[in-house]
């Protein structure tokens, strides 16, 4: 969650040590990493941890995805609707 944290204050680079594996990762769940990278501006690697969280399952914090605001700047990618119609929410 610290990483996240140091995202949305700007301080990319204490947010990508905390993130990168063997570097301090904080034992960030996959929702909250994936905000720490959408506020980075790593939409990809967002992306990337939270359609791993959906096919395992591992759906937790992300079914509040849609309107929780760490996850805005995903919303006009393309893959924003897919992700959530592979969580079986409404795309609109």
Known sequence: MLARVYAR???RSEA????????G????VPDFAAAAYAALGDTDEAFRLLFTTVEKHENGNVIFIKSDPHFAILHADPR???LL???N???E
């Open 85 to 87: 119609h592979r969580m």
């Open 9 to 11: 204050m700007g301080k």
């Open 89 to 91: 929410l409404p795309t």
């Open 80 to 82: 924003w609707k897919d």
């Open 16 to 23: 990508k040590r905390l993130l990168l594996p063997g570097l």
């Open 25 to 28: 990762n904080d034992g960030t």
